[in-house]
């Protein structure tokens, strides 16, 4: 089917489908926006007659219109049907690259063709108009965030945002004494910004109990914690706070969750990788939400027995074993699953019928599959759907999701933290760029410990290069357009010449120092002991 297909002219084609069909969902907005003022209009002049008919005939004009533009949408723009419909007779690189230029045509629009950040900045602020609303609009832009709370300060600055999330930010870091970090967001503090949030929001160890909110399976892949709202509840109620503020509480916490969905997209929108993995079960539900015809939010997901391995293997074991054991009724089971909720210490167990009356209708033979098919929609998508809801509706705030239908849970995960193929060593050193003693003269020769470096690079394990990638970078896996495509790009410069000295990273700017060693040997030594110490920023 692809050998059909010219991948050369399928790029610019479908991007321009996209255009279009952009504009026809801008003129679906005009007609919804004109039919509920008639609404309004109606309702308040308690109209009737002559002017009820001409309403009533506008009213199916533009529902006529509608459908006219869905029909020539589907006639001239036969690319964007199979991307929807058979995404995967198209290369995965070449969706990646589809996706970039959707992200591109994004930011033209809504940046009045102003994509790099500093350039809007400077448009925004010569803008003749509604100077003080730009100057406004810049200034919500802007945060100063606190080491340890990244995540915290960035919901309490940029949640209101909504989608001009979408648009550059500037953040200036706080360090522990409230004194303000050195640093030019140049797009390497933003990208160390948002691998702090999501770090700290996701993977944190630290986090326990009611700000915990996603937990991970025996593979260390993350999804929404199931109980995190009931333990909220349990832990306020302990703490004697009133029904409404119970309920205020929790809204904010699904604010939250709806936070980190933005946050995520704005990984995606930006091209910055993240190292979080995701469980294939909660990415079903990504890949399910948007597309034409395809139902909204997470009520496209249809949960089954087999993603209940990446949920918990030991119930599935169970339920595997249920399912082919000669008499259901030897396990003692009822309609009904058992949780323990509240704060760490201090849970108590909860029983939740999975049907009427579950509590009194035993499993058997005969109805075991019903009590299959409700504890698999129960665990995978009942208990958490508020969480998964909230976190999915911010995710498309940011990234269309038609975008993300184009590609399956593993792909999804692979655009969230790159390729996990071994590092292309020779790739990355083509695309290197170095500072200091180590720039790069007229002759085009390499420095003597720039030279030593890369013939380490290509004798380490594919382990220890993934290792050296994260300690510069925050991520050990590769950008999917290659190194070419890494933004800031990966930079080397020296950091003096005592071979006693460790390198270290700015990852911000995905920069290693690297001091003029004179051996492989010691180059070696060094540079593995700095990427297996844990530490990173300024190490020496």
């Known amino acids: 089917m692809t050998s059909r297909l010219d ?67 589907e006639n001239v723009a036969p690319r964007l049907e199979v991307l929807q419909n058979m995404p995967f007779f198209i290369p995965f690189h070449t969706r990646v690259e589809i996706f970039r230029q959707f992200v591109h045509l994004d930011q033209v629009k809504r940046r009045n063709g102003q994509v790099d950040a500093d350039a809007w900045r400077a448009s925004m602020l010569m803008a003749p108009q509604h100077q003080g609303q730009q100057m406004h609009r810049l200034t919500r832009h802007h945060a100063q965030i606190k080491r340890s709370s990244e995540f915290e300060d960035a919901f309490d600055a940029f949640y209101d945002l909504g989608a001009d999330l979408k648009e550059p930010i500037q953040i200036t870091f706080m360090d522990e004494f409230g004194l303000q970090e050195a640093g030019i967001d140049g797009g390497g503090v933003t990208k160390e910004f948002l691998t702090s949030v999501v770090a700290q929001a996701f993977v944190d160890p630290n986090r326990t109990g009611a700000e915990r909110y996603f937990i991970e399976n025996e593979n260390h892949l993350l999804y929404p914690a199931p109980t995190a709202l009931e333990d909220y509840r349990v832990t306020l109620e302990n703490a004697g706070l009133k029904r409404t503020e119970v309920a205020s509480l929790r809204r904010d916490m699904l604010r939250k969750y709806e936070f980190l969905g933005r946050i995520i997209g704005k990984c995606l929108y930006e091209g910055i990788l993240v190292d979080v993995s995701f469980a294939g079960f909660f990415l079903k539900k990504w890949a399910l939400t948007g597309g034409h015809g395809s139902a909204p939010g997470e009520s496209g997901y249809r949960a089954t027995i087999n993603d209940l391995r990446d949920f918990d293997q030991s119930l599935y074991a169970g339920l595997l074993a249920l399912k082919t054991a000669p008499d259901a009724s030897d396990f003692g089971l009822s309609f009904t699953v058992d949780d323990l909720i509240g704060p760490p210490g201090a849970q108590r167990p909860k029983s939740q019928p999975l049907i009427p009356g579950g509590t009194d209708i035993a499993v058997t033979n005969e109805n075991r599959l019903l009590y299959l098919n409700k504890m698999s929609w129960y665990r995978l998508q009942g208990q958490s759907a508020a969480q998964t809801n909230a976190f999915l509706k911010g995710l498309a705030t940011i990234v269309q999701p038609s975008w993300l239908s184009m590609f399956n849970q593993a792909e999804l995960q692979t655009l969230i933290g790159g390729a996990s193929a071994g590092i292309n060593v020779p790739d990355l050193r083509a695309n290197t760029l170095y500072g200091g003693t180590y720039l790069i003269g007229d002759d085009g020769r390499e420095h003597a410990t720039v030279r030593m470096f890369w013939k380490v690079m290509a004798s380490l394990s594919d382990a220890e290069k993934s290792k050296v990638l994260k300690f510069v970078t925050s991520t050990p896996r590769g950008p999917l357009l290659g190194f070419g495509s ?29 001091p003029m060693y004179r051996s492989e040997k010691v180059l070696r030594e060094k540079l593995l002991g700095a990427v297996n110490s844990g530490a990173g920023f300024d190490l020496s």
Do not use: W
């Open 486 to 514: 890494l933004n800031p790009r990966f930079s080397i410069r020296d950091s003096g010449s005592d071979e006693s000295r460790y390198p270290s990273a700015s990852t911000c700017v995905n920069l290693l120092k690297l």
């Open 7 to 73: 991948m050369t002219a399928f790029i610019p084609g479908v991007v321009a489908e996209e255009e279009s069909r952009h504009v026809i969902a801008e003129q679906d907005e005009e007609d919804k926006t004109e039919n509920e003022s008639d609404d309004e209009e109606t309702a308040g002049a308690g109209a009737r007659g002559l002017d009820s008919y001409h309403r009533t005939q506008e009213a199916r004009e533009r529902a006529q219109r509608k459908a006219s533009r869905r029909r020539y949408l």
